[in-house]
Structures are given as C-alpha cells and as structure tokens.
C-alpha cells in the first residue's frame, strides 16, 4: 500500500516540492531529524472570505492569487450525495436561499451535533436544485468588499474545486495544497449520507487529487481513524485532527455516550493518541495563547510544544483582519467592524513565535506577507 501510493505522490513539481509544502515527512519528520523547518504554510480559510463570499470559486482565485499554500473546502452533501463546499449544511447565512420563494416551504428545524438549527439545508436540495442559489457573504456589513459580490458566484462542488485548483496551479506554476474539512460525519452517516467513501472516491478519481498535497480535516475522531485504516501513508495525504474550545466534546464522542473533551486532546498524552493516526492537530487559537480577563493575550501554553513532541505538526485556527476578531491589545480606534491590517499582522507574529507549521487566516495576502517577512 505504502509503496504503491509513494508512486503518485509526484506533483506538478515533483516530489521534493510536495514535501516541501507538507512539511517533510508524516508527523514532522524534518523536527525529528534535526534538519530546518519548514516555512509555515498559508491557509485559504474558506477561500479569502475577507474579500470574497466564502466557498466560492472566486474566493480560492483570490487566496491562490494572495499566495495561500493550500485553500481549504468544508465539505457537506446535497440529497443526490454530491458533495460540496459550505462551511454547514445550513446555508441560510451563505445562499440567496431565504429570498427565494420557490424554496419557502423547505426552511426546518433541525438538531445537528447536538444543536439545533432553524432554516435551509443542504441535503434537503439536488445539486442541481442548489446550483440555482447564489453565494451571499456571511458577516454582512461587516466585510463590505465581498458583501458587494453578493449573488454572483454559485456554491462549488468538490469536483469543481479540484479542476478549479488543477488549472490555477498549472497556469501559476506551483503547486496548491487542498485541505478539505469533513463536516459533521456522525449527523450525515445517520441520515443516510455517509461522507468518507464518497470523498475517497473523488479524489481517486482526479488525478490532481492523487499526486498534490491533500489534508483532510475533523472535529471528529472517528471519521479520521476509518480514512487512515483505508489510506495508510500515502506521501501526498495527510490527516489533521481539529479541536475545539476546551469543554466542548467531538460529536462522534458524544453520540456514543463518551465523555472525552477537546481539553484531554491537547494534553501531552492526549496528543500522542492523536499521533497514532493522524499526522497534524489544529487547535483553535485561544487554547495556544488564552485570552486574559481584560481581552489582552496572555502567556502561550504547552500544546505546540507537545504537540510536536508528540510527532505532530500544527495547524491553527483562525486570523481575521477585523477589529473584531482581534485579542484587545492588536485592536485599532477605528471600530470593532474597522479593517485592521496592522494589529492582525502583530497578533499573528505573536503565533507564528511559537513555531506553528501553518495558521487558516480569512485574508492570505497577510499571512503571506507576514510569512516571509518572517
């Protein structure tokens, strides 16, 4: 298994580029060894959903374009078992959905990961039935330069994304990582719309998919151990473990009555579990450098540090430019809706300190920027 998949881990630039935009080896081998690490990678969260509505073809162009060395596609099911790019199944806040009446008697309440949820979802449309919405920006008034592209671009297959990234990386000229995020694995195995196999199964079947890098994200657990039992190590394929705010359980977990929390994930031995079967952790933010009373970052923890002693690499989670979005010590006068390129520049070199090997941020072109002057 292990050597037939080293076969197609050539990309578009070869081998030695593939690993060096995945960082070496699985489970940071480079760290291992002694030799450089690599250059902490940029990640298209969601696309730049800063400048373009998130999930949109036109949101990668602009990640791939500001130097973003992977974009990323949260993927969920239509009710043909197509799978594609929205942060949720509920596309209420992302899609024209809500101003279209021919769709009025489709809004529900449901309970996803044990939450419930008022509005319309993706399984409840055919892909064609969802190709004639259109992307909205999420935030609103809140980011005016991708609000104004509201209605204007339809929501992606994966497929779509894969050929989408296949054609900027041979027009740029270098290769452009995927790390797509399987969302809510357990709700969608019980309706009857299980993700793993099917999200196997395009990537098989593009070529692009079987040479570049690939990580493939969860905040569940369980998804992650059934891809690696059917993956092995293919050098090209990396899987990365999510956390979430401390007290918060995986959803897998709690459906099966466990009581194992995202805080017990990022202690030492809770990332050395993790190390068994995947090669990356992505802890949020706030759970790296926590936040004191006064709003102001307070002093880094342990979890980088063990987390790459533990063999892992680390991924976090997410930058924003807004003032919003900001620990209070980076936050300008301008308002907290206020786009503040410098503060989120200083609170991102805050992290990067802490030897991170790659962040999601909402505006690439920042962390580019703050990447090599790195």
Not at 79 to 90: S, T, W, Y
Not at 162 to 170: G, N, Q, R, Y
Not at 299 to 310: L, M, T
């Amino acid at each position: 298994m292990v050597e037939k998949s080293r076969r197609f881990a050539l990309g578009l630039a070869g081998a030695a580029v593939v690993a060096g935009l995945a960082g070496t080896g699985p489970g940071g081998a480079a760290r291992a060894q002694g030799t450089a690490r690599p250059k902490p990678l940029v990640l298209g969260h969601r696309g730049a959903p800063a400048l373009r509505p998130e999930h949109t073809l036109a949101s990668y162009a602009k990640a791939i374009a500001d130097g973003a060395d992977y974009i990323e596609p949260d993927l969920v099911p239509t009710k043909d078992g197509v799978l594609v790019a929205r942060h949720e199944n509920d596309i209420t806040g992302t899609t024209d959905v809500a101003r279209r009446p021919e769709f009025a008697a489709r809004k529900t309440t449901k309970t996803v990961d044990g939450e419930s949820h008022t509005g319309w979802f993706t399984e409840d449309f055919t892909l064609a039935e969802l190709k004639t919405l259109r992307a909205i920006e999420r935030l609103g008034a809140v980011r005016p330069d991708s609000q104004r592209y509201d209605g204007q671009f339809q929501v992606p297959t994966l497929e779509e994304v894969i050929d989408f990234t296949a054609a900027e990386a041979a027009a740029r000229g270098r290769v452009i990582g995927l790390i797509p995020e399987l969302k809510h694995s357990t709700y969608f195995a019980k309706i009857g719309l299980p993700l793993e196999d099917r999200f196997l199964a395009v990537l098989q079947a593009h070529d692009y998919t079987r040479r570049n890098p690939v990580e493939i994200q969860s905040f569940e657990i369980a998804n992650l151990r059934y891809l690696r039992g059917k993956l092995g190590r293919p050098a090209n394929i990396r899987l990365l473990q999510l956390t979430d705010e401390p007290a918060v359980i995986p959803a897998d977990v709690a459906a099966t009555g466990g009581r194992t929390t995202f805080a017990d994930m990022l202690t030492a031995d809770g990332l050395k579990e993790i190390a068994t079967y995947a090669d990356a952790v992505g802890p949020w933010t706030r759970t790296i450098i926590p936040l004191e009373a006064n709003g102001r970052l307070g002093q880094p923890n342990k979890v980088v540090d063990d987390a790459h002693a533990a063999g892992l690499l680390v991924r976090t989670y997410t930058f924003r430019p807004e003032n919003r979005f900001l620990a209070a010590d980076y936050r300008s006068e301008a308002g907290e809706n206020a786009r503040n390129e410098t503060g989120a520049m200083a609170e991102l070199k805050r992290y990067l300190a802490l030897g991170i090997d790659g962040f999601f941020i909402d505006d690439p072109a920042l962390g580019r920027k703050a990447v090599d002057a790195a």
